[in-house]
């Protein structure tokens, strides 16, 4: 089972953020993510907001005077692994006594004020909309009082703050389009802790892409929730947009049209975008990405189960069908696309049947990767409430192996597709296995290693695939692409 662990907790792995510091700056911040993407994007803005503080950021959480750990409410082992987090800064707190202790995200405004009462050295409890508070919260823990605020805005999107860019590669970067979500799925508590969806103004996103374009980033992840529910008409909730004048719904900017904005004004940089939610995807976003080279064919299609009962019970808005339509269809435009999921197994009142049903769409899918859990309650849900959590322990750890283990098959049946073709690829890094190869992804989100040689980091390249692995394609470098 330990390749299992390794693979549920991919999503939720801490990590400690560090940029360049800045003389004038005499405070030292640690922050620590975990979680989603979009959590790692917001620790950037918190960053951004401190550094006009004073702040530098630290790997070293001994010398931190502020210590903020963003957190995720997604399951209950991400919970458990930041209380733990929480139990070794105590211990560096019993030394550094000036040291402040912060609880940011998801989790700080599910649990609110109960965080200061259960963990008694957290200092402050920020949600995830009021980071701009941060300063005058940080005044009043200065002054010893506790310090909370978690009200969820209807406006707030950060569309005016610049992140810093934490732990870069100098390549990648994030930029966030959307926060919140309308989807109410049963087992979810992201629509409580981060609030309905709102969008944000196309031109401070592209404003944003351009600064990121002049530090010569190569490639930019477009940020949401919900991303194919982008939906900018002057701003407000998505839900009100009906109640918008006729002249904001006829010049309203939808996804595809963001979308083929982004790639339109920005040729040489690639473009990929994560979470799309099945029931929000339009054929509009698929035929862009045809029409664009620089967007990736990669999909992140969230399912959650091949079951229409546990589909229904999840109050997903598709159903196995219309799913399994929706994949026909990209596949039928685009034909290399390369899609992951997210699955959940033991939900409540999951049978065998309907995990029969979850292994028989995998196969007809053959997803390119996944990310795979075993259902946990989450309390303020629906499903927390009303559903009894009635799958042993047991049956969910045998049924989340089988369903990996189908996974893992599928992904070396993808990656094999990929031997003898040359892909252009974007250079990353360096393989973590390997000092002497460089690692990249090709347009299908997949990694590739091959020799240094003479490339360079941010360097498009060429490279015939000779040889994979279910996660790693190998290969040579053949020249630089056109891309460059």
């Known amino acids: 089972m330990e390749h299992v662990e390794k693979i549920i907790d991919e999503k ?13 700056n005499t405070k030292k911040l640690f922050i620590e993510s975990y979680g989603c993407q979009m959590n790692m994007n917001d620790s950037e ?8 503080q004073g702040y530098n950021t630290t790997q070293v959480l001994e010398e931190a005077d502020l210590v903020l750990v963003n957190t995720c409410s997604i399951r209950e082992k991400a919970e458990t692994t930041v209380r733990k987090r929480l139990q070794k800064y105590n211990a560096v707190k019993q030394v550094n006594k000036k040291m402040k202790v912060g609880v940011l995200g998801c989790m700080a405004e599910r649990l609110k004020e109960k965080f200061l009462e259960e963990e008694k050295i957290v200092d402050l409890v920020v949600g995830p909309d009021a980071y701009k508070d941060l300063p005058n919260l940080l005044e009043e823990v200065n002054e010893g009082k506790d310090a909370v605020n978690v009200i ?7 569309g005016d703050i610049a992140p810093v860019r934490l732990n870069s590669n100098g390549v990648s970067a994030f930029v966030s389009i959307t926060r919140g979500c309308d989807n109410m799925c049963t087992f979810c508590v992201v629509p409580f802790t981060r609030g309905r969806e709102r969008s944000r103004d196309p031109k401070s996103i592209l404003e944003e892409i351009r600064q990121m374009v002049a530090k010569n980033y190569k490639e930019i992840t477009l940020l949401g929730q919900n991303v194919d529910s982008f939906l900018w008409y002057g701003g407000g909730l998505k839900k009100d947009f009906n109640k918008a004048s006729e002249m904001a719904q006829a010049t309203a900017v939808d996804f595809a049209q963001l979308l083929d904005m982004c790639a339109t004004e920005f040729p040489k940089t690639r473009f990929r975008f994560s979470t799309s939610n099945p029931q929000d995807m339009s054929l509009d976003v698929i035929h862009t990405m045809a029409k664009h080279k620089n967007i990736c064919k990669y999909i992140h299609l969230p399912v959650q189960s091949g079951s229409n009962a546990m589909l229904k019970a999840m109050n997903r808005q598709h159903t196995r069908e219309e799913y399994m339509e929706l994949v026909d269809t990209i596949f039928k435009i685009i034909p290399e696309m390369a899609l992951s ?3 959940i197994v033991g939900f409540c009142g999951e049978t ?8 028989e769409l995998m196969e007809y899918v053959k997803y390119d990767f996944g990310f795979m859990f075993a259902y946990s309650e989450r309390p303020g849900t629906l499903a927390g409430k009303k559903m009894e959590d009635d799958v042993p322990a047991d049956v969910k750890k045998r049924r989340l192996t089988e369903v990996i283990d189908l996974q893992q098959k599928h992904a070396l049946y993808r990656t094999k597709q990929h031997l003898g073709k040359t892909e252009e690829v974007l250079i990353e890094g360096t393989s973590k296995k390997n000092s002497n190869q460089w690692k990249g992804r090709n ?4 990694v590739i290693v091959f ?4 490339y360079k980091l941010g360097d498009f390249v060429n490279v015939k695939v000779e040889d994979c692995t279910s996660a790693t394609l190998i290969g040579t470098a053949v020249g630089y692409s056109d891309n460059n």
């Not at 792995?13 to 003389?23: I, R, S």
């Not at 347009?443 to 997949?446: E, K, P």
């Open 45 to 52: 803005i918190v960053a951004a907001i401190l550094d006009k």
């Open 152 to 158: 969820l805005s209807k406006e707030e999107t950060y």
């Open 443 to 446: 347009t299908q989100n997949t």
């Open 341 to 343: 999921q997210d699955m």
């Open 352 to 359: 065998e049947q309907d995990h029969k049903d979850t292994l």
């Open 451 to 454: 020799p240094k040689e003479h």
């Open 12 to 24: 939720i792995q801490g990590k400690a953020l560090v940029t360049e510091n800045k003389k004038e």
